[in-house]
């Protein structure tokens, strides 16, 4: 047994998903925040679905008023480098080798962090986008999320002292008394409002992302999902096209998920090294 395997307190669920993988080899798998944890980025919710904390801002509210952008921007600022900094961890680089081993033809990835791609996945969706990048939705330019990073700290080096405890996807808790001053950076070429180039809660997912993400189910023998509780409809309507489509989903994560009652497996264990322990397997099969 390799140590990756023995880090199973029950082998018999990494027999299972083996057996399921075997059966079904071409897979149409999504990937959630509990697949970046290992990378240091916090995920949203716990073991049984619910918020950790308070939800993160919504479309509706970031372009309804000054003040919410502020709030958004002064946490951004503090919690972007978290994800910036994070590196691909053992979960990211295994479903890229199974990618080389087209087991896994398509990636579709809910997290915005990048590190499926730097970890040598080459076929991936993005359903909520990048956060490393920023987009003005006056004049419609793109900026690298890095370079705004360096207007956003030298108009506001105060906060410097702020209390700040990260959160997913690059947001921050923060307690800052000056958050009415805080300068919110136009966009460079037309002065108007920048947007972090992210699917925000109650935004739709560009419909050609969708359309892509349902074509390669359609071409999928099974659907597996990694490190998602899939309490947001954008994810778990996945599972229930492939339900539709008569195609059977496993689903590799720690607590309940929305899509329990539609599960033909289900693995409740970490995701780093039930992945690498599946990938020895298939490896040496």
């Not at 003040?67 to 951004?76: P, T, V």
């Not at 890095?146 to 906060?159: E, K, S, Y």
């Not at 309507?237 to 689903?251: E, L, N, S, T």
Request: aromatic share 6%; proline share 6%; charged share 20%.
């Amino acid at each position: 047994m390799t140590e990756s395997q023995s880090a199973f307190a029950d082998t018999s669920t990494l027999a299972d998903l083996y057996d399921f993988v075997q059966r079904h080899p071409r897979l149409f798998v999504l990937t959630g925040a509990g697949i970046s944890t290992d990378s240091g980025i916090p995920g949203y919710r716990d073991e049984n679905g619910a918020w950790k904390r308070s939800p993160p801002i919504t479309l509706q509210e970031f372009l309804g008023s000054v003040a919410a952008r502020q709030r958004y921007w002064a946490r951004s600022t503090v919690g972007w480098p978290v994800v910036a900094d994070a590196q691909p961890n053992d979960a990211h680089r295994t479903l890229a080798r199974l990618e080389a081993a087209r087991y896994v033809p398509t990636l579709v990835t809910q997290n915005v962090d990048g590190l499926h791609q730097r970890a040598g996945s080459h076929e991936v969706i993005e359903l909520h986008g990048g956060i490393n990048g920023v987009t003005c939705l006056d004049c419609g330019a793109q900026h690298d999320r890095a370079a705004i990073q360096h207007t956003l700290v030298v108009d506001n080096p105060g906060l410097l002292d702020a209390i700040a405890e990260p959160a997913a996807d690059g947001d921050a808790h923060l307690e800052w008394h000056d958050l009415d001053g805080f300068r919110i950076p136009p966009c460079p070429v037309c002065g108007g409002l920048l947007k972090p180039s992210v699917v925000f809660f109650g935004e739709s997912v560009p419909r050609e992302r969708v359309e892509q993400a349902s074509a390669a189910l359609e071409a999928a023998d099974a659907m597996l999902v990694v490190g998602s509780s899939l309490m947001v409809y954008s994810g778990y309507r996945f599972c229930v096209w492939a339900q539709k489509m008569g195609k059977p989903i496993a689903a590799l994560n720690l607590g309940r998920t929305r899509a329990d009652p539609l599960l033909a497996l289900k693995v409740e264990a970490p995701c780093a090294p039930t992945l690498t322990a599946l990938a020895e397997r298939l490896a040496a099969a």
